[in-house]
Structures are given as structure tokens and as C-alpha cells.
């Protein structure tokens, strides 16, 4: 049986990550998309490949660092020219700045946070769109935050970051719209991954739970199905935009 995305070659930076990456990559997978799990962590992007051809989906990992970007714009090059071309691009690879006061943040922690949410994404879309534009096609994500909405107390620096990639969805989508390139982004409330764990703590992601509207934070697969819905035909019509799946969060006030 054919599946939407057939024939379609899905990269979702981050891809290893066991919370969204990872679900990103599987939503993709399902779609039919062949997906390249690009992670930091090869052994993480090489789980996610295995999961998915588990599944009977087709995926391959791509190790690097996306903020080591002479490298990895090298590496991207070989994949872009044994793929055929990227259709799907998924910038989701992130760090985490929570709980850090504006005072504290210093220059190099500031430049990481650019560095892999902002830099990173704007050269790997540079890299892929010329075959996207060959193609007359091609989908662009961008995973942002909920904080770009309402801005953060102890993440400036990372609210600063994802909400540069805001600006670019909407530069890119106007810009790429001529050759039939939709650019979107999700913006996804807090939920529980390594990231946060690290950063905010168990406690503060209960409490936070607590006072959700649905009494519980998101859900990897709750964003993933946005993104692959973003990646998809059923969202032609939709460019610049930004989905927050947020549980009602922004609705009801912080
Ligand atoms: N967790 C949340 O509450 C939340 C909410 C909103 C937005 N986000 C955003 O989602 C993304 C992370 O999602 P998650 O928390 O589900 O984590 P995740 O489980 O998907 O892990 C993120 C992955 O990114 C990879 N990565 C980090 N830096 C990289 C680099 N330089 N090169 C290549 N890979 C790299 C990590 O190795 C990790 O596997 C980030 O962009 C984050 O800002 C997270």
C-alpha cells in the first residue's frame, strides 16, 4: 500500500534524540519517507535507524556535529548527492538554556546557543534548498519553543535563538514560496527529556505538569505528528507559519 510520503527523503537534525528526534524520525518513517537520523550522538541515531527498520520503514544515521559546520556541510554534501536530494528537512537538534539567569550567561555559552539553534539551521537550509528548488518542492521545519510566544525568565539566550528561527520561517517562506518551498515551525511547550530533566529537574516538570491546562505536560509524539503533518501534502497550503502544540498553555496564560 502507498504511503504519502513515498519516494520522499526526510533529514531531521537531532534525530537521535530519545525524546521528539527520535520521534520526528519515527513519524516520518511511518509516512513512508526514507529518513536520515542525523545526531551528535552516533550510537543514539544508530537506535532510531534500527527502531524504524524494525518497523519496516527505511532510515540511515548521519553522525556530526551540526555546529562544526566545515565538516558537516562536507558530510551533508555526500548525502545530499547518494539520496538524490533532501525533500524533508527537520532543524530540531537543540540544547537546553533553562534556569539561567540573564547575568550569568556569558559570551560562550550566548555563541553555543546561537551556534547550533540558529547558525546550524540557516547553512544546513542553504545547503539543501538548491535541490529543493530543482525539484519545484520541499518542506522546512524548524523546532522552536513556546517561549518564543511569551518569552522565558532564565532563558533569554535561548529564547533569543529560537525565536531567531522564527524570523527565518517567515523569511524563508516568503523567499522559497516562488519554487514551491514550504517553511514552517513548531513551537512546543516544556515536556520531559534529557534536556529538561538536566536543566529545570524533576520537580519543577511535576509542578509545571500540575498546572497545565490537561493537568500533564506534551508528548514527544503529540509534536512529531505536527511536524509530519507539516512535512506532508495535507499542509500545502500552509507556509510561515507557527504551530504551537502547547496543550492550551498560551491560552490560559503562564
Ligand atoms: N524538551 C522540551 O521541553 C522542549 C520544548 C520546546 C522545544 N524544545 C526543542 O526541541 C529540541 C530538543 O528536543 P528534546 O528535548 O526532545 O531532545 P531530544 O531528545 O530530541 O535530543 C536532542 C538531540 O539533539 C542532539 N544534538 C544536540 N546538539 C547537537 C549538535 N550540535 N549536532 C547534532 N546533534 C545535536 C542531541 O545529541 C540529542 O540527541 C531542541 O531544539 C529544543 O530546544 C524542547
Not at 525524546?19 to 550510537?43: W, Y
Amino acid at each position: 500500500m502507498s504511503k504519502p510520503l513515498d519516494g520522499k527523503t526526510a533529514l531531521v537534525t537531532g534525530g537521535g534524540g530519545p525524546a521528539m528526534g527520535s520521534a520526528h524520525c519515527r513519524a516520518l518513517a511511518a509516512k513512508g519517507a526514507h529518513v536520515i537520523v542525523q545526531d551528535l550522538r552516533e550510537d543514539h541515531a544508530a537506535a532510531v535507524v534500527a527502531d524504524i527498520h524494525g518497523h519496516g520503514g527505511s532510515a540511515e544515521a548521519m553522525a556530526g556535529d551540526i555546529t562544526k559546520l566545515d565538516d558537516f556541510l562536507l558530510s551533508l554534501t555526500e548525502v545530499i548527492s547518494s539520496t538524490g536530494g533532501i525533500d524533508i528537512l527537520v532543524n530540531h537538534a537543540g540544547i537546553s538554556g533553562l534556569s539561567t539567569p540573564f547575568e550569568q550567561i556569558d559570551q560562550d555559552f550566548f555563541d553555543r546557543m546561537m551556534n547550533v539553534h540558529v547558525k546550524g539551521s540557516f547553512f544546513i537550509t542553504q545547503a539543501v534548498v538548491p535541490e529543493m528548488k530543482a525539484k519545484g518542492y520541499g518542506k522546512i521545519v524548524n523546532v522552536a519553543s513556546e517561549f518564543c510566544l511569551y518569552g522565558s525568565p532564565s532563558a533569554s539566550h535561548y529564547t533569543a535563538a529560537k525565536s531567531a528561527l522564527l524570523g527565518l520561517t517567515k523569511s524563508w517562506a516568503r523567499e522559497l514560496a516562488p519554487f514551491g518551498i514550504r517553511v514552517n515551525a513548531v513551537a512546543p511547550s516544556l515536556m520531559e527529556s534529557e534536556l529538561t530533566r538536566a536543566s529545570v529537574g524533576d520537580a519543577f516538570l511535576k509542578a509545571e505538569a500540575a498546572a497545565a491546562p490537561f493537568g500533564r505536560l506534551a508528548l514527544p509524539d503529540e509534536v512529531a505528528g505536527v511536524v509530519a503533518f507539516l512535512a506532508g501534502a495535507e499542509s500545502d497550503f500552509i507556509s510561515g507559519q507557527t504551530i504551537s502544540p502547547n496543550g492550551g498553555h498560551t491560552i490560559v496564560g503562564i
